[in-house]
């Protein structure tokens, strides 16, 4: 079964630095990751924040696949 989410960091560079974690169908969860350095260009940064949910268990999927959008 596929597992459709986003996911964002906010407060970067804080003490209160978090990834927001939306799973569809479910309630937004929220993980402080105040220690963790957070890259300012989108594919490092992606890839920052998605291991760093994938070692805290909260995404199983070591190398995820993708579905790209269609164009608007």
């Not at 957070?38 to 070591?62: M, S």
């Amino acid at each position: 079964m596929t597992s459709t989410f986003r996911f964002n960091v906010i407060d970067v560079g804080l003490p209160t630095q978090r990834i927001v974690f939306d799973r569809d169908g479910e309630p937004l969860q929220e993980f402080a990751i105040p220690d963790t350095v957070v890259p300012e260009g989108t594919t490092e940064r992606f890839w920052a924040l998605y291991n760093k949910l994938y070692e805290l268990g909260v995404v199983t999927v070591q190398t995820p696949g993708f579905n790209p959008l269609p164009p608007p």
